[in-house]
C-alpha cells in the first residue's frame, strides 16, 4: 500500500515523499497503533485553520474529502479508475502526497510570523510524519482504497449557478458571436505576410541564455523512462536540457514600459512586474493520448499590464507557451494563452488533424490560426498593448536577443516580500489586482472573475462550453493522430 511524505526544506521533504513510497509498497498492511495516529488529523485541521485564518492557502491542487494529507489535479484525478492496486496504486498515490507536501511547503513558508507562531517549530517534519501515519492507517483495506478513488475529483471550473442566473442560454448566443469575431480577426492577422504587421514602437526580443540542447535521438531515450503509470519521468538535469531545446524566442513590439517582459515581484505589499529582471517560468505538464501520457513543457512569461483602455485591459498580463512532444521526441502540438485563460490557440504539427467539429451555437471551436512551423528555434511575434501571439515562425539560431533568466513556476507561490513571503495567487487562484471590467459583462458564462490573471490549474480557456487549460484528455478531444 502506500504511504507517504511531504518536503520541509529540499532534500528533507524530498526523503519524506520518497519514504511514503516505500511505505505504500509494503507496509501499509500494518496500520501503526492508534495512539500513534490518534492526534494526526486534529493536527492537519489545526494547520488547516492557521493557513486559512492568514489567508495563505495555496489553491493549485485540490484538497480530497476526507484525506486531508492528500491533494488532486485533474491529470492525476484521471487515474483513479485506473489503479486498483498494487505497483500502478502505490505511484498514483505518492504523487496525491508529493501534491499535498508540496502545497502545504507554500502555505507554511507564506505564514506571517504570529501565525508560524500558533503552529509551533518543527510543524513541517510533524505533518510528513503524521501524513504517513494516516496513509497507512486510512489505505490498509481495499475498502479504503476504493473510497479515495470516488472522491479523487477535482470541481468545474465553471460556477453553475453563474450560468442559471446570467441566463446562459440566451447569453451565450451573443457572447458566441463576439468569439467568432475575434476568430476571424485573427485568421485575418495571420493572414499577413510577416513583414506586414504593424509594428507600433520597435521589435524587442528576448530569449533564455544558450545552453546545451538535445538531438530527436535524445528527446526520445529521455522520454522512454516512465513510472508504473507511464508518466515520463527525468532528472533536473534531463529536464533543463528539455526545456532548453524547445525554449521559443519572444519578439514583441514594445511601445511602453508594459510591453516588456519581467518578473514578479512584491514590494512592500504591493505585487508588480519587475522589468529589470526579465524572466521565463518552466513548469511542467502532461496529457493522455491514445493510451500514452506526453510530457508537455509550458513556458510561461509575465508583462506589467494590458494597458488596453478597454473592458480587457487591467494590471497584469502573461502568456502560456506549451509544447507537447511526442514519444519520437517531435513537438505534436504548441498551444498557447494568455494567463488568464483568455485566448486559447492551437498550432498542430504534421502528426496531428483536427476532429471533425460539431458547429453550433452552444460550442465554441477551437482556435487555428496555422500549423506549427517545422524545427526550431521557435520565434513568437507578439503585439503592444494586447500581447496577441500574431505569428510563430522558425526563427535564426543566435539572432540578437535579450537574455531573460529561468525560473521555476513554483517561485511565485512564495516571492519575497521584505522579511516574509507572499504568493502571487490569492483566493480560487485568482492574481490580486488584475481584475478586468469584462468580469461584469461576461460574467454568465460562468468563468469566474473573466479576464483576471491566475494559477495553472484554474484556466476555463472557453467562455461557450467547457474547456479547461489542464484537462489531460484535451489534445485527444480536438485532434486525432495522422497515421504515418
Same mark, same amino acid.
Given at each position: 500500500?502506500?504511504?507517504?511524505?511531504?518536503?520541509?526544506?529540499?532534500?528533507?521533504?524530498?526523503?519524506?515523499?520518497?519514504?511514503?513510497?516505500?511505505?505504500?509498497?509494503?507496509?501499509?498492511?500494518?496500520?501503526?497503533?492508534?495512539?500513534?495516529?490518534?492526534?494526526?488529523?486534529?493536527?492537519?485541521?489545526?494547520?488547516?485553520?492557521?493557513?486559512?485564518?492568514?489567508?495563505?492557502?495555496?489553491?493549485?491542487?485540490?484538497?480530497?474529502?476526507?484525506?486531508?494529507?492528500?491533494?488532486?489535479?485533474?491529470?492525476?484525478?484521471?487515474?483513479?479508475? @485506473?489503479?486498483?492496486?498494487?505497483?500502478?496504486?502505490?505511484?498514483?498515490?505518492?504523487?496525491?502526497?508529493?501534491?499535498?507536501?508540496?502545497?502545504?511547503?507554500?502555505?507554511?513558508?507564506?505564514?506571517?510570523?504570529?501565525?508560524?507562531?500558533?503552529?509551533?517549530?518543527?510543524?513541517?517534519?510533524?505533518?510528513?510524519?503524521?501524513?504517513?501515519?494516516?496513509?497507512?492507517?486510512?489505505?490498509?483495506?481495499?475498502?479504503?482504497?476504493?473510497?479515495?478513488?470516488?472522491?479523487?475529483?477535482?470541481?468545474?471550473?465553471?460556477?453553475?449557478?453563474?450560468?442559471?442566473?446570467?441566463?446562459?442560454?440566451?447569453?451565450?448566443?451573443?457572447?458566441?458571436?463576439?468569439?467568432?469575431?475575434?476568430?476571424?480577426?485573427?485568421?485575418?492577422?495571420?493572414?499577413?505576410?510577416?513583414?506586414?504587421?504593424?509594428?507600433?514602437?520597435?521589435? @524587442?526580443?528576448?530569449?533564455?541564455?544558450?545552453?546545451?540542447?538535445?538531438?530527436?535521438?535524445?528527446?526520445?531515450?529521455?522520454?522512454?523512462?516512465?513510472?508504473?503509470?507511464?508518466?515520463?519521468?527525468?532528472?533536473?538535469?534531463?529536464?533543463?536540457?528539455?526545456?532548453?531545446?524547445?525554449?521559443?524566442?519572444?519578439?514583441?513590439?514594445?511601445?511602453?514600459?508594459?510591453?516588456?517582459?519581467?518578473?514578479?515581484?512584491?514590494?512592500?505589499?504591493?505585487?508588480?512586474?519587475?522589468?529589470?529582471?526579465?524572466?521565463?517560468?518552466?513548469?511542467?505538464?502532461?496529457?493522455?493520448?491514445?493510451?500514452?501520457?506526453?510530457?508537455?513543457?509550458?513556458?510561461?512569461?509575465?508583462?506589467?499590464?494590458?494597458?488596453?483602455?478597454?473592458?480587457?485591459?487591467?494590471?497584469?498580463?502573461?502568456?502560456?507557451?506549451?509544447?507537447?512532444?511526442?514519444?519520437?521526441?517531435?513537438?505534436?502540438?504548441?498551444?498557447?494563452?494568455?494567463?488568464?485563460?483568455?485566448?486559447?490557440?492551437?498550432?498542430?504539427?504534421?502528426?496531428?488533424?483536427?476532429?471533425?467539429?460539431?458547429?453550433?451555437?452552444?460550442?465554441?471551436?477551437?482556435?487555428?490560426?496555422?500549423?506549427?512551423?517545422?524545427?526550431?528555434?521557435?520565434?513568437?511575434?507578439?503585439?503592444?498593448?494586447?500581447?496577441?501571439? @500574431?505569428?510563430?515562425?522558425?526563427?535564426?539560431?543566435?539572432?540578437?536577443?535579450?537574455?531573460?533568466?529561468?525560473?521555476?513556476?513554483?517561485?511565485?507561490?512564495?516571492?519575497?516580500?521584505?522579511?516574509?513571503?507572499?504568493?502571487?495567487?490569492?483566493?480560487?487562484?485568482?492574481?490580486?489586482?488584475?481584475?478586468?471590467?469584462?468580469?461584469?459583462?461576461?460574467?454568465?458564462?460562468?468563468?469566474?472573475?473573466?479576464?483576471?490573471?491566475? @494559477?495553472?490549474?484554474?484556466?476555463?480557456?472557453?467562455?461557450?462550453?467547457?474547456?479547461?487549460?489542464?484537462?489531460?484528455?484535451?489534445?485527444?478531444?480536438?485532434?486525432?493522430?495522422?497515421?504515418?
Amino acid at each position: 500500500m502506500v504511504g507517504c511524505g511531504g518536503r520541509t526544506n529540499g532534500r528533507l521533504w524530498g526523503m519524506a515523499v520518497l519514504g511514503a513510497g516505500v511505505l505504500l509498497a509494503g507496509c501499509a498492511t500494518v496500520p501503526p497503533p492508534p495512539a500513534a495516529r490518534a492526534a494526526c488529523r486534529p493536527l492537519f485541521r489545526h494547520v488547516d485553520r492557521v493557513v486559512a485564518d492568514a489567508g495563505v492557502r495555496d489553491d493549485g491542487p485540490y484538497a480530497v474529502a476526507g484525506f486531508p494529507y492528500l491533494r488532486i489535479n485533474r491529470f492525476y484525478a484521471s487515474f483513479r479508475h @485506473q489503479v486498483g492496486g498494487g505497483r500502478r496504486f502505490s505511484a498514483w498515490v505518492r504523487q496525491l502526497a508529493a501534491l499535498d507536501a508540496r502545497a502545504r511547503r507554500f502555505a507554511l513558508q507564506n505564514l506571517p510570523p504570529a501565525y508560524a507562531a500558533r503552529l509551533g517549530a518543527g510543524i513541517g517534519p510533524r505533518l510528513d510524519r503524521c501524513r504517513q501515519r494516516l496513509l497507512k492507517a486510512d489505505l490498509a483495506t481495499p475498502g479504503a482504497r476504493a473510497r479515495l478513488r470516488r472522491r479523487a475529483r477535482v470541481p468545474d471550473g465553471y460556477l453553475g449557478w453563474e450560468r442559471i442566473v446570467g441566463l446562459y442560454p440566451l447569453t451565450a448566443l451573443f457572447v458566441s458571436a463576439g468569439v467568432r469575431r475575434w476568430h476571424a480577426g485573427v485568421h485575418r492577422t495571420y493572414a499577413l505576410p510577416l513583414a506586414a504587421l504593424p509594428v507600433r514602437g520597435r521589435l @524587442q526580443r528576448w530569449a533564455p541564455p544558450a545552453s546545451h540542447t538535445l538531438d530527436r535521438a535524445q528527446v526520445r531515450a529521455l522520454l522512454s523512462h516512465v513510472d508504473a503509470l507511464g508518466i515520463p519521468r527525468l532528472s533536473p538535469a534531463g529536464l533543463d536540457h528539455l526545456f532548453a531545446t524547445f525554449a521559443p524566442a519572444w519578439e514583441v513590439d514594445v511601445a511602453d514600459g508594459d510591453d516588456r517582459i519581467g518578473t514578479p515581484a512584491w514590494r512592500h505589499g504591493r505585487l508588480v512586474i519587475d522589468t529589470g529582471r526579465p524572466a521565463v517560468f518552466r513548469k511542467l505538464s502532461y496529457t493522455r493520448f491514445d493510451g500514452r501520457v506526453l510530457l508537455q513543457l509550458n513556458y510561461i512569461v509575465w508583462f506589467p499590464a494590458r494597458n488596453s483602455h478597454d473592458i480587457y485591459g487591467g494590471r497584469f498580463d502573461g502568456i502560456d507557451w506549451r509544447v507537447t512532444l511526442g514519444p519520437d521526441g517531435e513537438p505534436w502540438l504548441y498551444d498557447a494563452m494568455h494567463n488568464c485563460g483568455c485566448y486559447h490557440e492551437f498550432f498542430p504539427s504534421r502528426h496531428l488533424r483536427l476532429r471533425p467539429w460539431a458547429r453550433g451555437p452552444y460550442a465554441e471551436p477551437p482556435l487555428v490560426p496555422e500549423a506549427a512551423p517545422g524545427g526550431e528555434p521557435v520565434v513568437l511575434r507578439i503585439a503592444h498593448q494586447t500581447h496577441y501571439i @500574431q505569428r510563430i515562425y522558425r526563427g535564426r539560431a543566435g539572432a540578437p536577443a535579450k537574455p531573460m533568466a529561468w525560473r521555476r513556476y513554483d517561485a511565485l507561490l512564495a516571492l519575497p516580500d521584505g522579511a516574509r513571503h507572499r504568493s502571487m495567487f490569492g483566493a480560487h487562484g485568482i492574481v490580486p489586482g488584475s481584475e478586468r471590467p469584462e468580469r461584469f459583462l461576461l460574467w454568465p458564462s460562468g468563468v469566474r472573475s473573466p479576464g483576471a490573471m491566475r @494559477q495553472w490549474g484554474h484556466h476555463d480557456t472557453a467562455f461557450v462550453g467547457h474547456r479547461h487549460f489542464d484537462d489531460p484528455y484535451l489534445l485527444q478531444s480536438l485532434f486525432a493522430r495522422v497515421k504515418p
